[in-house]
């Protein structure tokens, strides 16, 4: 009797030749020759000639028995082109084929794991070097995405796992030298977040990881850490604040507090890994409209979360799904309980920047703060979960020309807001209200109700913050005081000088 395993399955490739709709159809059991073959037939290719597949956007795909199927509407355009370089191809065709007789040769896998990291190391830095074609990176990275996953790691990804993956699935972004001067920076409060590029932030949350003894301590893939960013900016959307610069914003902003504080000779490897992360993917997929929208619309989110905290839950819901994706689980070397630990403290932490919570949170560290005890498991999580909410909130601590253009960031999404709720008959929040909401009132409002008394509580265990943090926020409340005065004076001005109607 025959068994589910013995089931052979079936794929369709439907590839655009010149205009023309080729249809490819091959079994699961077939060799990455031959399902090349069978491409580089339909596709009319010569010898001497090499196909490339990309998709709809223009992203290079692996050819490979485990491709992703598409439809006659959505093909696969060739592109035929001769190998007139083959010298750097065959070098490298020439390194797989010696690992190949490695693995051949060798019973154990585990005596040859560290030869055979050491040699995808060095091609991965050829291939960044000497800038491959794309055709050869996206040959080159499929081979070594097939070595590392199934050979290295153990791990083969399902046919059927649901992924979030960014639009460029090979990690293209350049690498960037920092200098020594933007490496202290990013330990400081003052950085300037506003004069770096996508890439150029990509690459700084990359080096806070190894900075901090990540990438060492959960034996992080350099490839899986690239591919996580580019997903986790995929995943950001275009909003006027809730953005990817925003989630640079904070992630710098925690590996600030780590130094100033010194949290790593107070806390776990695993706490500064949820801290960091946490940070990193605390408003993925923000839709720029808050919770009260969510709940008074009913949305989507507002039902499947029964209105309590649906963004925030859905960051973490985000969040976990492109953690869910061996091809981008910077945890996944991890054992099983010490990754159930960081995703319970992601969650706790994401779910603790929902503003509707920030009384309770702020009460419980208060009553506690005085008598700190670093071994109480209660004592760490409100730290922690003050952590979060400073380095969401406090783009104020940063200089004026840094911290004034996020205000007028958000306020922009707030008016957005205010006039959807508007022209939806929806309850419109009064400080979103471009009516009625000012500049100055509104941050002042902010800063002294919010931030100073959270800063005046972490001061309490951490003195240094005292100086970089608390005094800009009272200078900046204080400069915003200014402001409003400014503009009470120019109303009454405005005022004195408006048409009265005359009495007759």
Partial sequence: ?????????????????????????????????????????????????????????????????????????????????????????????NVFVEIAQHLSRVLGINDFKEELSAKLDVLERRMDADRLRATEIARCTEDI????????????????????????????????????????????PTFDIWQWAPNEMLSCIEYMYHDLGLVQEFNINSITLKRWLLCIQENYRDNPFHNFRH???????MHGMIHLCNLKDLLSMADIAVLMTAAVCHDLDHPGYNNTYQINAHTELAIRYNNISPLENHHCAVAFQILSNPESNIFGNTDTELFRQIREGMIELILATDMAIHGGIMQEFTQCVDNFDYENRDHLRSLKQMLIKCCDISNEVRPMEVS???VDCLLQEYFMQSEREKSEGLPVSTFMDRDIVTKPKIQIGFIQLILIPMFEAMVKLFTQLNEVMLQPLRE???????????????????????????VA
């Fill in 247 to 253: 989630c640079f914003c904070v992630t710098q902003m």
């Fill in 1 to 93: 009797m025959g068994t589910a395993s013995s089931t052979v399955h079936t794929k369709a490739i439907h590839l655009d030749v010149e205009g023309k709709i080729q249809k490819v159809i091959f079994s699961h059991l077939s060799s990455p020759s031959d399902v090349r073959e069978a491409l580089s037939v339909a596709a009319g290719a010569l010898r001497g000639e090499v196909v490339t597949l990309v998709d709809q956007v223009g992203n290079p795909v692996g050819i490979n028995p485990k491709m992703p199927a598409n439809s006659e509407s959505f093909p696969y355009k060739v592109i035929v082109v001769t190998d007139e370089e083959p010298g750097q191809e065959k070098h490298l065709q």
């Fill in 476 to 502: 900046s409340r204080d400069r915003y005081e200014e402001l409003k005065q400014s503009e009470d004076a120019m109303n009454e001005v405005m005022t004195d000088f408006s048409p009265r109607t005359r």
């Fill in 145 to 188: 995405k097939k070595l590392r996953l199934g050979y290295v790691c153990g791990c083969v990804t399902p046919a059927s796992s649901k992924r979030l993956t960014p639009r460029r699935d090979i990690p293209t972004y350049p690498k960037y030298t920092l200098s020594e001067e933007t490496i202290e920076a990013l330990k400081q």
């Fill in 404 to 406: 004034e253009p996020w």
